[in-house]
């Protein structure tokens, strides 16, 4: 990163970032970089990075392509499903149509049934995720993660020692390392950027097409915060705090961080795959067994297709303590019917257990929900 650049140039770098990869990822091809299309935060990186793969994210966010994904998907299906399926079959997403590999896990049923469709326009392997946290799951999922680095393996013509999966897991942790000091300045308060600030930083990390993740570029992005929060931080304001829950956000769904942010309050933090769900935890380095230690990390994320979750209410726990946060708001996606279930116990157990107003809104795709999605925050807000 340019460090003679100011804050809202970076800032706004991020925010561009998927749109730049939009062209780049012509460029990687062309070099003969394999390109792995995701869909989840399931799916273990380490394994893309020894195979010297770029990695791209899939999940699409805008209602463009939800009408031709709706002549062979259900209209009631989630709309990350129907948009994601709506791009592929479209070819108007470049990172589909440049995908050598696509990567989808047994997660929820309409995702798991939908990649049988999108097998019949590229290559697709699904990785076969137990929906349990238990000893049992544990030697499945390690299987599985092995199946996936054989696919690799065998696609891309490379060989994937356990020696290059260590490094793998060495460059990853550096990563989480930066972007968790990155996401810890929101502890802060008030807070040193806006809650879209943090997301687009996030999100647009995520978009970076380097294979070795450059956790340099976030370092130099947390000093330039501090050094800007000295000189300014007599005249920041603080704010209800809130934290996102639920079901990932971008594009679209960015209606709703704005929901908050218009109404008064900041995002301090996101406890879905945005934010610490995806980051929170470390492989474990000291493992000696390199898939054991990456089948047990990436089992242990907690979302709402794991039954029972009791991870992800140890995370939330910890979130809420640490950014003292006022208020929990979850998004959940019209349909995504783990989510909407969870919701309820999510709700009992922040409001009766953490002591903290909770609130969640459903929404989807369009832009037709924001005047009523401001008004349900801003009384949120209010009351907080
Ligand atoms: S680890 S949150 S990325 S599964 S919203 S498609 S669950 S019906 S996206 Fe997710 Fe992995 Fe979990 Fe994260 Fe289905 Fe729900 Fe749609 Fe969803």
Known sequence: ??????????????????????????????????????????????????????????????????PDAERVLPKTL???????????????????????????????????????????????HVMHLPDKQDEASLVLWKQEVKKMA???????????????????????NEERKALKQFYELMKLNPAPMTGEE???????????????????????????????????????????????????????????????????????????????????????????DVYDAIARRYLNIGCSVMSPNPNRKVLLKKLCEEYQVDGVLEMVLQACHTYNVESYSIGKFVREELGIPYMSVETDYSQSDKGQLSTRVAAFIEML
Do not use: W
Request: contains cysteine; charged residues 30%.
């Open 150 to 172: 054989d696919v690799l393996s065998e696609k891309f013509d490379v060989e994937i020692t356990e020696e290059k999966l260590k490094k793998a897991v060495y460059y990853r």
């Open 1 to 66: 990163m340019d460090l003679v650049k100011e804050l809202p140039e970076v800032f706004e770098e991020f925010a561009e970032q998927r749109k730049q990869s939009f062209l780049k990822v012509k460029e990687v091809k062309e070099q003969g970089t394999p390109v792995v299309g995701v869909f989840c935060t399931y799916f273990p990186h380490e394994l893309a990075i020894a195979a010297e793969a770029v990695v791209v994210s899939l999940c699409s966010t805008s209602d463009e392509t939800i």
């Open 78 to 124: 989630c709309p990350l499903i129907k948009s994601s399926f709506g791009f592929a079959i479209t070819d108007k997403c470049p990172f589909f149509y440049f995908s050598d590999l696509v990567v989808g896990e047994t997660t929820c049923d309409g995702k798991k049934k939908m990649f049988e469709y999108m097998g019949e326009l590229k290559p697709v």
């Open 198 to 288: 943090l997301f687009n930083v996030l999100y647009g990390n995520t978009f970076q097409l380097d294979i070795i993740p450059n956790a340099q570029r976030i370092y130099d992005l947390v000093d330039k915060i501090k050094a800007e929060y000295e000189e300014k931080k007599d005249t920041l304001q603080k704010k209800p705090r809130i934290l996102i829950t639920g079901c990932p956000i971008g594009g679209a769904t960015v209606k709703v961080i704005r929901a908050v942010e218009e109404n008064g309050g900041i995002v301090v933090t996101y406890e879905n795959c945005n934010g610490a769900k995806q980051i929170d935890e470390l492989v474990d380095e000291s493992n000696p």
